[in-house]
C-alpha cells in the first residue's frame, strides 16, 4: 500500500521560511512525477509545484515562482519543497501527490496518490 506522509508544516509570521517534506512508503518514488497542491479555507485544491522524473523539470504556480522550490531525494524516497517569503496568502494545508507517469502536469486529477496534508499558518 502506498502511503505519502507530509512534515514540516506549522504556524510562522510573514517573510519566514519552512521546509515540508514528503517521504514515500510502499513503492519507490524513481520514475514518478510529484507534486505539491494547497488548499486554503473555503477555496479550492490548487496547484502548487511539481517535479518530473524524466529530466526533473519543474513547473510552479505564479503565486510561489520564485520563493518556492521543489526538490527530490530519491535515495530517500522524499521529496521536499522550500518555502521563502512567506506571505499570509500561503496559508492553507498543503498536500503532496504522486502521479504513474514520470512527466509533471498541474492537474491534481492526474496525481494518484495523495497524503494527508500538513497545515501551514502563515501570520501577517
Known amino acids: 500500500q502506498v502511503q505519502l506522509v507530509e512534515s514540516g508544516g506549522g504556524l510562522v509570521q510573514a517573510g519566514d521560511s519552512l521546509r515540508l517534506s514528503c517521504a514515500a512508503s510502499?513503492?519507490?518514488?524513481?520514475?514518478?512525477?510529484m507534486g505539491w497542491f494547497r488548499q486554503a479555507p473555503g477555496k479550492e485544491r490548487e496547484f502548487v509545484t511539481a517535479?518530473?522524473?524524466?529530466?526533473?523539470?519543474?513547473y510552479y504556480a505564479d503565486s510561489v515562482k520564485g520563493r518556492f522550490t521543489i526538490s527530490r531525494d530519491n535515495a530517500k524516497n522524499t521529496v521536499y519543497l522550500q518555502m521563502n517569503s512567506l506571505k499570509p496568502e500561503d496559508t492553507a494545508i498543503y498536500y503532496c501527490?504522486?502521479?504513474?507517469?514520470?512527466?509533471?502536469?498541474?492537474?491534481?486529477?492526474?496525481?494518484?496518490?495523495w497524503g494527508q496534508g500538513t497545515q501551514v499558518t502563515v501570520s501577517s
Open positions: 517535479i518530473s522524473w524524466s529530466d526533473s523539470s519543474t
Open positions: 501527490a504522486s502521479r504513474d507517469h514520470s512527466r509533471a502536469t498541474r492537474e491534481g486529477a492526474e496525481y494518484v496518490y
Open positions: 510502499g513503492r519507490s518514488f524513481r520514475g514518478y512525477a
